[in-house]
């Protein structure tokens, strides 16, 4: 168990929706990794935050969005779903953001959508 | 052309094999390299780092770099079934601020 958890396990949703990934980082990391990962294109970096600010940008679309809180949970939003959305999404924490390698990664979420 | 590639496997082996999983990546430039761990239905774990040319060696896993080919190894001795999972290197990139993953090389390690 890396520390690292993410809400909902699973979630089935239609073409158009709009859902929330919720995660919440080990305790006392301040830095969040959002991942997207699928058959074809692998495990792709989204999106960095570190003590409530974006750090770095991956390969996010426009559709989804994320933020972190006061309390270092994050939500990443997905808005307008595609069938190619369909994916698991991966949180990851460190504890400052400074070294990559660092980076724990969640269980993450299986996101479907039909 | 990919930063980095991966051969996907499948890759099966019998228990007590040498595995060597192999990744080549496109820029010279990158110099901090990582191997992950998956299992089925679970997040990637670190297995090792490293950020030279050479070998690095933790237990039944050496990680090797070389740098002039742009060529990264993991090799295990010893494999176990419990080692049969997805292995996926992967290299920082973006100026420092990213990591770029491999696609992935599946492994199965059969008694």
């Known amino acids: 168990d890396s520390g690292v958890t993410q809400t909902p396990k699973h979630l089935i949703t239609a073409t158009g929706q709009r859902v929330t990934l919720r995660c919440s980082p080990r305790s006392g990391d301040l830095s969040v990794y959002w991942y997207q990962q699928s058959l074809d294109q692998g495990l792709q970096f989204l999106i960095q935050y570190y003590n409530g600010e974006e750090r770095a940008k991956g390969n996010i679309l426009e559709r989804f969005s994320a933020q972190q809180f006061p309390d270092l949970h994050s939500e990443l939003n997905l808005s307008s779903l595609e069938l190619g959305d369909s994916a698991l999404y991966f949180c990851?924490?460190?504890?400052?953001?400074?070294?990559?390698?660092?980076?724990?990664f969640g269980p993450g979420t299986r996101l479907t959508v039909t | 052309q990919k930063e980095v590639e991966q051969d996907p496997g499948p890759l099966s082996v019998p228990e007590g094999a040498i595995v060597s999983l192999n990744c080549t990546y496109s820029n010279s430039a990158f110099q901090y390299f990582m191997w992950y761990r998956q299992y089925s239905r679970k997040g990637p774990e670190l297995l090792m780092y490293t950020y030279s040319s050479g070998n690095k060696e933790d237990g039944r896993f050496t990680a090797q770099v070389d740098k002039s080919s742009k060529y990264i190894s993991l090799f295990i001795r010893d494999s176990q079934p419990s080692d049969s999972a997805t292995y996926l290197c992967?290299?920082?990139?973006?100026?420092?601020?990213?990591?770029?993953f491999g696609t992935g090389t599946q492994l199965k390690v059969e008694l």
């Open positions: 992967a290299i920082v990139t973006g100026g420092g601020n990213k990591l770029t």
């Open positions: 990851a924490s460190s504890p400052t953001g400074t070294y990559l390698y660092e980076q724990y």
